[in-house]
């Protein structure tokens, strides 16, 4: 069937036409593009937002299970583990372990704690089947920190965990190895000391070479002592006015914060507000860092120095997490909350003694 000129030649203008449309031109695409990119972008932060809420709300049950440990623990044993077991075994190399090696068979870890001998010395824990310090604990580790494993070059201070015990305000020693340089009675001088007075508080020792200057004032112990086991009858404060565990950033490398096995590196003070980078000190505001074993690197987020006297020098940590705004904290009663950075020093510092008869004007 034959068409008219005019016919036909409509049809194929409209064929054209079509043929033209099929297809996004150059710039059409670019603005689907752009489109696109918009909404990636607008979408992103609540996808990492949900992400986060995600890790926060798994981080919080663990250390709630941390928590549940410890009170069966007290429930089972009488009291709660000590901080550190400082035990020397017939040689100058002292046992060491710490608070959370006595509750490993309380989180499902009976397994690994019965695989090795935790009495032989710290420096000897990489002997032919005695690794079981280089375990990893996934009650231990917050999801919004990534795994660091072993100190880089220092297996013997075995894995590194998120959650630390409440050691109270003051400095960590290990150890008085001279006795020329801290002149104090008791050989375990710092936070970790006995109490020699049962009141709660130690005398720090004397402002000497590496002995911490400023520090006129009272040490003031945590719920976790060396050697000794807190009864939560104990806990004149109360155990929900008494924190106990809190979080930590653990660092990659050398840095010694966080190790599990090792009562310093598994302990944290509550001299200063979580997350802290300043600190006033005799009514100056001046850059605040944790004294560790290695500080290495030195992580902006969680600045640190190396203490002057090893293992056996001052140790000081902050409590520190990868959440925006604050930390995960659990309670002697087995409560636990997030702690804002911005809370009071004061409250935050009375509860941190168990019966140091503070009066905290406000809540965590």
């Not at 000129?5 to 049809?11: K, P």
């Not at 710092?190 to 004397?206: K, R, T």
């Not at 500080?295 to 000081?316: F, I, L, Y």
């Amino acid at each position: 069937m034959s068409c008219s000129y005019a016919a036909c030649s409509l049809a194929h203008t409209s064929r054209r036409r079509s043929a033209r449309h099929r297809g996004f031109t150059l710039v059409e695409l670019l603005v689907v593009i752009a489109i696109i990119g918009i909404l990636v972008a607008l979408l992103l932060p609540a996808v990492q937002a949900a992400r986060e809420a995600a890790r926060r709300s798994s981080c919080s049950n663990n250390i709630r299970q941390v928590g549940l440990a410890l009170l069966n623990y007290e429930s089972a044993q009488g009291a709660l583990p000590e901080a550190a077991r400082q035990r020397t075994t017939g040689g100058s190399n002292p046992t060491q372990f710490s608070w959370i090696t006595r509750i490993m068979r309380y989180v499902e870890e009976a397994s690994a704690y019965d695989a090795a001998d935790w009495e032989i010395p710290m420096a000897e824990r990489n002997t032919a089947g005695n690794t079981a310090h280089h375990i990893e604990f996934a009650t231990f580790r917050c999801p919004s920190s990534e795994p660091v494993g072993v100190p880089d070059g220092m297996s013997w201070y075995g894995a590194r965990g998120n959650y630390v015990a409440n050691a109270g305000i003051g400095w960590i020693y290990m150890d008085d190895p001279d006795p020329n340089q801290c002149k104090y009675a008791n050989p375990f001088v710092g936070i970790l000391a006995q109490d020699p007075y049962g009141s709660g508080m130690v005398e720090p020792p004397p402002h000497l070479d590496f002995c911490p200057s400023g520090r006129t004032s009272m040490i003031r112990l945590g719920a976790f002592q060396v050697n000794r086991g807190l009864k939560l009858a104990q806990a004149a404060d109360g155990t929900s006015k008494t924190a106990a565990v809190a979080e930590i950033i653990t660092v990659p490398g050398q840095d010694t914060r966080g190790v599990m096995h090792f009562g310093a590196g598994a302990l944290y003070m509550h001299d200063q507000t979580p997350n802290t980078l300043q600190a006033t000190i005799n009514g100056t505001t001046a850059a605040w860092s944790d004294w560790t074993r290695y500080c290495a690197p030195d992580d902006p987020r969680a600045p640190c120095r190396n203490n002057s006297k090893e293992w056996a020098g001052q140790w000081q940590h902050n409590a520190r997490s990868e959440h925006p705004g604050g930390v995960h904290l659990v309670r002697l009663d087995g409560g636990a909350t997030f702690v804002n950075d911005e809370v009071e020093l004061s409250v935050w510092q009375a509860y941190c003694t168990p019966n140091g008869s503070e009066i905290a004007v406000g809540e965590l």
